[in-house]
């Protein structure tokens, strides 16, 4: 087996130098290669490992003034740093959780209030940044009218 493998390994030298290849620049540019793919994977950014807040629920009143909207953590305890309304303008959230730690495996609710001439519908989303217990800090938008939260980015 070992004789096969060297025979290999003659014949691909003797190629190389019959292309008048010298072996040493192959060696060189394949390290070059390696080298490079080693600085590439290291500073690749990592994904998202926090699976992110889950919407439990979302009613709104029957005057459509106001909404109950209840979400869930199911993973790690974090700490729920800002958030903000997308999609309306006129949209006010009565209860304040910014700065509140969120343990994990418990519900959260979340009081909306529509200041506006129209009336609270579903066409609006709720952005949530928050740090877990290591320091990494997440952004999540969740979509209550839908009843689903798209997954976190880590920022």
């Known amino acids: 087996?070992?004789?096969?493998?060297?025979?290999?390994?003659?014949?691909?030298?003797?190629?190389?130098?019959?292309?008048?290849?010298?072996?040493?620049?192959?060696?060189?540019?394949?390290?070059?290669?390696?080298?490079?793919?080693i600085i590439w994977l290291a500073s690749r950014k990592p994904k998202a490992t926090f699976p992110g807040l889950t919407v439990s629920m979302f009613q709104i009143a029957p005057l459509g003034r106001d909404a109950f909207l209840k979400i869930q953590n199911p993973a790690q305890t974090v700490v729920l740093s800002q958030y903000r309304i997308l999609g309306r303008n006129d949209i006010d959230i009565k209860n304040h959780l910014s700065g509140h730690r969120m343990d994990q495996l418990k519900e959260y609710s979340i009081l909306l209030e529509a200041n506006g001439t129209e009336r609270l519908n579903s066409d609006f989303s709720l952005e949530l940044t928050y740090i877990d217990n290591e320091g990494k800090v997440y952004r999540q938008k969740l979509l209550p009218g839908q009843m689903k939260a798209e997954p976190p980015k880590r920022v």
């Open 1 to 37: 087996m070992e004789e096969k493998i060297n025979a290999g390994w003659d014949s691909a030298m003797d190629w190389l130098q019959q292309m008048g290849i010298d072996p040493w620049w192959v060696a060189g540019g394949a390290g070059i290669i390696l080298l490079l793919l």
